[in-house]
């Protein structure tokens, strides 16, 4: 059966999205990004509890977070304690390998030979700048919700990113924000109950950027898919 154009539309849409790591200075209108998030708002969630909240900053505010969060990751204190474990302890097998490949060919991209450490850092500090997207994002959600509302998150996120994606706009989901969300509750006054899931730069890709070209590999189906006939 020959696919639609719709399928096609959306299947480009779903294989060309990118974390991108570079972006234009241009403002994103706001009419463009309230359609995202009205088309994001759209997943499926448990009961329709719609457990997501964003935080959406740009101008003073946006700069005010990079600026203080830029300055803790500087000083390398060991204070800052991450919200929750995102990655585990120790990575094991098939993870690791597919961990270090993407670290590897990013770096590659960049020019950051092995050992680098100091440049290592500075492309780990871009995250905390949100990459130069005029856009930054935080989402938080209500700690008091269990686990199933996470999943619902996820696909609140990825619509986001798919419906950025359609409009020609790129994104990065971010959990490099996790580590920081004291500081995160202090500049945007979170109430107590509010946990940091991510962070998300949006904005235009930089076309020239190097970074951009980063295009990391999928496992073929036979490694994720256990068929049952």
């Not at 990118?18 to 995202?36: G, H, K, M, T």
């Not at 997943?43 to 935080?55: C, E, F, K, L, M």
């Amino acid at each position: 059966m020959e696919p639609t154009q719709t399928t096609r539309h959306v299947d480009t849409v779903m294989r060309e999205r990118r974390s991108v790591r570079a972006f234009l200075p241009d403002a994103v209108p706001r009419p463009v990004i309230d359609a995202i998030l009205e088309t994001a708002a759209w997943a499926p969630s448990g009961n329709n509890i719609q457990p997501w909240r964003v935080h959406l900053l740009t101008g003073a505010t946006l700069q005010q977070l990079v600026s203080r969060v830029c300055a803790a990751f500087d000083r390398q204190d060991g204070t800052q304690q991450r919200e929750y474990d995102y990655y585990p302890a120790e990575f094991f097998e098939p993870y690791r390998a597919r961990r270090r490949k993407l670290g590897w060919d990013l770096y590659g991209l960049l020019g950051i030979a092995k050992g680098d450490t100091r440049r290592m850092q500075e492309q780990v500090r871009r995250n905390f700048e949100f990459f130069g997207a005029p856009v930054g994002l935080i989402f938080t959600v209500d700690r008091r919700l269990g686990r199933g509302s996470w999943i619902d998150y996820g696909m609140f996120l990825q619509n986001l990113m798919l419906a950025a994606q359609a409009r020609g706009l790129g994104s990065c989901a971010q959990a490099a924000w996790i580590d920081y969300h004291r500081i995160i509750t202090d500049v945007l006054s979170l109430p107590v109950h509010e946990q940091v899931v991510c962070g998300m730069a949006l904005g235009y890709p930089d076309p020239a950027a190097v970074v951009n070209r980063l295009q990391p590999e999928r496992c073929a189906l036979d490694e994720f898919v256990t068929r049952y006939e």
